[in-house]
């Protein structure tokens, strides 16, 4: 018999979900003064990572930068819980470095439950979201399955992949979400009601195996970097101890691995007959890569531990649905683990996902006001992103409570911008991962500047303290003041100067340069020159190391931002909603997809897939015949 329902509160907002997403969402909505609660399948999974143990890396360590310069909090949590961080890309250019981190995922979880339970504003209940409550076509609550009704002027869905969870393993599978934590089998229809279409997706995890069953006298050690760079910008200059890192272990699967996968292939649900959810391209299972590479000879795997007060390791690139008894075999075909112990074994999970396409660029469905999507079940894939999400989500559901304009960062602006832009832009037929690649403008968009491009606007929002605000303005004051003095400051060519120049094979000087004109030299960088420089101050190395970028990248970034302005004259296009089918001129084809997307402006419509550069002119034309027509009247 089903329960009756009954009001427990009523709340400004209520996020659904309580992994990165969610504890984003739940974090901005209550701090910009909006009574929020916060409903989770599990208090004990707040902030879980069920997959990789670890935050940040190419691209992705870009996102959670952006997340902390807005005021977020994933940064300053991971900053708290690492046990091992290293930065990435240090070979190539300045736009694609990127810190990533090993998380203690136990330590991890503690340290966000505590923030959200500290919260202001702020209620966090264990409670499975069982239904959407609808008044007059907008959203106005959510239904537990206690059958309580809390009542809200927006809800913000962040169910990760527990939306009609299915765990497979081999011929096995059952209804599950992450972790063996219960799935959400009652709360889909809801979002088919609201207006929006349901796919099937799918990612997987590796086995998780017993310390003390790896020899790792056979793998490559990886050890963290000696001087540590913490994710959250206000963690600059405070020290860690580099010694208390914990090792990774590079090692790498065998001819007798292929060999067992290719015999037992026929067993992994993703190669079987049935029909199954779509999985990550660029985060393939063992099997997976043992198919679509097939002339490779060997794959790499990493060990990674999970925590400091657990001996389970985690098993970075050897995630599979085969069967356990293939995945313990294959297991121990991989150098160092002929003798591996399980203690978890290796899944894949199907979920339910929205078409993002059909979310305003605020994250809000369009065909339902006041309810809003974030993370996995629009698409995406990854921690970071999931939180970036949150974020803006939190951050809007907010603006929507308090009658204010929805914030939205575009392609310019931040790596969110792209990660939103391409997921209700273009959608995804696949688990979306973040990339440098997917990037436009990613000289101009560095992890180091985040700050400087994105506190502004945290603080306008009141996210970001005043004294938050002033100490990031201060910063760059100094960065800029240091490249404008390396300007006008000359080298001329002495002895000693072109002495040297020669040691460190550049070319010797006829006339005088100032130091700004021998760092745009390949060869040299700022630390070198130090050595001619008598009145350098003492700047800390990450200051000095923008003030580099700056003076090295300047033609290529003056280039970039001349490319960014005519980016945002065709954002400032501004479309509404309309029917596209009555613009004379545009294809077929382009009227559909310009009535499934409903871009919000010109820009969004050429970055629509079918969309051509003559369908954009024609719209183009449209607009400027409307604008006449409206002056005439």
């Known amino acids: 018999m089903q329960k009756a329902h009954y009001l427990r509160q009523t709340a400004d907002v209520v996020v659904i979900g309580g992994g990165h997403a969610g504890c984003e969402a739940a974090f901005a909505s209550a701090r910009l003064g909006c009574q929020t609660v916060m409903l989770t399948m599990s208090l004990d999974s707040i902030g879980d990572m069920p997959c990789n143990p670890n935050i940040g890396g190419t691209g992705k360590g870009h996102l959670v930068r952006e ?10 949590v991971i900053d708290e819980t690492f046990l091992q961080s290293r930065m990435l890309n240090l070979s190539k250019g300045p736009a694609i470095h990127s810190l990533r981190v ?62 009609n969870g299915t765990i497979l393993m081999g011929e096995v599978s059952y209804a599950s979400g992450p972790h063996g934590l219960r799935p959400s089998e009652a709360f889909s229809p809801s979002l088919e009601k609201a207006g929006l279409s349901l796919r099937r997706f799918k990612t997987g995890t590796p086995a998780r195996v017993h310390r003390r069953s790896i020899d790792t006298s056979k793998m490559a050690i990886q050890e963290g970097d000696q001087e540590i760079i913490p ?119 199907e979920y339910d996902v929205i078409d993002a396409r059909k979310l305003k660029s605020s994250l809000e469905v369009r065909a339902c006001p006041g309810l809003f999507c974030a993370g996995q079940i629009n698409g995406s894939s990854g921690y970071e992103e999931a939180a970036a999400q949150g974020l803006m989500a939190g951050i809007n559901a907010a603006h929507l409570v308090h009658g204010l304009e929805p914030l939205v960062l575009d392609r310019s602006q931040a790596y969110i911008g792209v990660l939103i832009d391409d997921l209700v832009t273009k959608g995804t037929n696949e688990p979306y991962r973040m ?28 996210l970001i303290s005043d004294a938050r605000y002033t100490q990031m303005q201060q910063k760059w004051a100094t960065i800029h003041t240091e490249v ?16 040297f120049l020669e040691a460190h094979q550049s070319a010797p000087l006829k006339t005088g340069v100032t130091l700004a004109e021998l760092l745009r030299r390949p060869e040299l960088t700022d630390e070198m020159l130090s050595e001619l420089d008598s009145e350098r101050p003492d700047l800390p190395r990450a200051l000095r190391m923008e003030v580099e970028t ?10 970039q931002n001349a490319q960014i302005a005519q980016f945002r004259r065709m954002e400032e296009k501004k479309l509404g909603v309309m029917d596209y089918t009555k613009v004379s001129g545009l294809k077929r084809e382009a009227a559909e997809k310009l009535n499934d997307v409903q871009p919000e402006s010109v820009g969004q419509a050429s970055r629509i ?22 002056e005439e009247r």
């Not at 404008?484 to 002495?499: C, G, I, L, W, Y």
């Not at 700056?550 to 280039?559: H, S, T």
Request: contains cysteine; proline residues 4%.
């Open 435 to 462: 990339m440098t690649s997917r990037c436009e403008y990613r000289l101009s968009l560095r992890q180091n500047n985040a700050d400087e491009r994105l506190t502004p606007i945290g603080h306008a929002i009141g």
């Open 609 to 630: 897939s079918g969309v051509t550069p003559a369908d954009i002119q024609v719209l183009l034309v449209h607009l400027e015949m409307a604008r006449r027509a409206a």
């Open 484 to 499: 404008e003095r390396m300007k006008e400051v000359s080298v001329t060519p002495t002895e000693s100067a072109n002495a």
């Open 550 to 559: 700056e003076i090295k990248y300047e033609g290529y970034i003056e280039k």
């Open 231 to 349: 994710f959250s910008f206000t963690n600059e200059g405070r020290h860690w101890d580099a010694a208390k890192q914990m090792p990774c272990y590079l090692t790498y699967t065998t001819a007798d691995t292929k060999d067992i996968i290719m015999e037992n292939l026929h067993r992994s649900p993703m190669y079987s007959t049935e029909t199954h959810g779509v999985g990550p391209r660029y985060c393939p299972s063992i099997e997976d890569k043992m198919v679509r590479f097939p002339t490779h000879e060997r794959h790499q795997i990493f060990l990674e531990p999970e925590g400091r007060d657990t001996d389970e390791i985690y098993v970075q690139g050897a995630s599979s649905t085969l069967p356990e008894e293939v995945q313990i075999a294959l297991y121990r075909t991989i150098e160092g683990l002929e003798h591996v112990e399980f203690m978890r074994s290796a899944y894949g999970i």
């Open 102 to 163: 090993q998380a203690d995922k136990r330590r991890y979880h503690e340290e966000m439950k505590k923030r959200l339970e500290a919260q202001e504003n702020l209620s966090v209940i264990e409670a499975e979201a069982t239904g959407l409550l609808f008044d007059e076509g907008r959203v106005a609550g959510v239904l537990t399955l206690q059958g309580a009704e809390i009542r809200a002027k927006a809800v913000i869905v962040c169910t990760g992949t527990f939306l």
């Open 67 to 76: 997340i902390d310069a807005l005021g977020g909090e994933m940064a300053k």
